[in-house]
T-cell receptor, first 111, second 116 residues
Framework: RKEVEQDPGPFNVPEGATVAFNCTYS??????FFWYRQDCRKEPKLLMS???SGNEDGRFTAQLNRASQYISLLIRDSKLSDSATYLC????????????FGTGTRLKVLA | EAGVTQFPSHSVIEKGQTVTLRCDPISGHDNLYWYRRVMGKEIKFLLHFVKESKQDESGMPNNRFLAERTGGTYSTLKVQPAELEDSGVYFC??????????????FGPGTRLTVT
């Protein structure tokens, strides 16, 4: 089993739709979680951090379910500019705090 | 404030040649990480520096890869000799906070390496 797993998609949704992605992680001791956004041929950029049960920032909501070991990202009122790959990241809990990445979920918002 | 920069942005070399990638972290960031994404796979950790010291190099594929961070500023990653499977995008990231504080890592634009 991979340490961090995501559905690669692609998710094709119309503008204005609500879309949700899930990410499962294997280490029950993990304490922090991130969603990064990566545009084609660009670097990953932080979208949201999740340290407790969840976080909300405008149209974006991230939730953590420790019992089931997954985090989710909800995007409301999708915009064309939301089209990107969304990376689930779980840092290691000890040592170097290196990032463990999921494969990413591709989202395409259609006009 | 300048972000993480990497040079070159692209490199195309032949199998057996040597390539050196450079990363300049955000000023004041002690933590510097190298990651790599090969086609079709997830981004994977290569190694971590704190200042000039290697803290974890468990992700380095083999001894053809050598990373340095002399003086604790910029870092270089040398691949010698390059093999076809080394092709991919090499990202550098830096962070200010100590790892346990949960500091965000800031990524550079990456170096796209193609070995032919």
């Amino acid at each position: 089993r991979k340490e961090v797993e995501q559905d690669p998609g692609p998710f094709n949704v119309p503008e204005g739709a609500t879309v949700a992605f899930n990410c499962t992680y294997s280490n029950s001791a993990s304490q922090s979680f991130f969603w990064y956004r990566q545009d084609c041929r660009k670097e990953p950029k932080l979208l949201m951090s999740v340290y407790s049960s969840g976080n909300e920032d405008g149209r974006f909501t991230a939730q953590l379910n420790r019992a089931s070991q997954y985090i989710s990202l909800l995007i409301r009122d999708s915009k064309l500019s939301d089209s990107a790959t969304y990376l689930c990241v779980v840092p290691t809990v000890s040592g170097t705090y290196k990032y463990i990445f999921g494969t990413g979920t591709r989202l395409k918002v259609l006009a | 404030e300048a972000g993480v920069t990497q040079f070159p942005s692209h490199s195309v070399i032949e199998k057996g040649q040597t390539v050196t990638l450079r990363c300049d972290p955000i000023s004041g960031h002690d933590n510097l990480y190298w990651y790599r994404r090969v086609m079709g796979k997830e981004i994977k950790f290569l190694l971590h520096f704190v200042k000039e010291s290697k803290q974890d190099e468990s992700g380095m594929p083999n001894n053809r890869f050598l990373a340095e961070r002399t003086g604790g500023t910029y870092s270089t990653l040398k691949v010698q000799p390059a093999e076809l499977e080394d092709s991919g995008v090499y990202f550098c990231a830096s962070s200010q906070d100590p790892p346990l504080a949960g500091g965000e890592q800031y990524f550079g634009p990456g170096t796209r390496l193609t070995v032919t």
